[in-house]
């Protein structure tokens, strides 16, 4: 099968939540769900009025199915408004 590679939109509550602390509990969850060998990418992006977005993008296996689960996992974390995917891409090689 081929790899799949996933980039998940975490919007915090308010421009006031440490990012930084959502990225490292976030990061622990994907490590979690696809390994801690996945390569993975965080970025930051400003969305509106001082509120950021925190960008994760990350490979995973395509039998893994339906990153629902991980979604849910990381919607838990104190501080997050909302997990959306924004992109999914199939990687063969």
Avoid: W, Y
Wanted: a negative charge; glycine letters at 6%; proline letters at 3%.
């Amino acid at each position: 099968m081929a790899q799949a590679i996933v980039t998940l939109k975490i919007m915090p509550e308010s421009p006031d939540v440490d990012l930084d602390a959502v990225q490292k509990t976030a990061e622990e969850k994907v490590d979690s769900f696809v390994g801690e060998a996945a390569e993975k990418r965080f970025a930051v992006e400003p969305v509106a009025f001082g509120l950021k977005a925190l960008k994760i993008t990350f490979v995973m296996d395509e039998a893994k199915g339906s990153t629902e689960a991980l979604e849910e996992e990381i919607s838990s974390i104190e501080g997050v408004n909302s997990v959306d995917v924004v992109d999914v891409r199939r990687a063969v090689g």
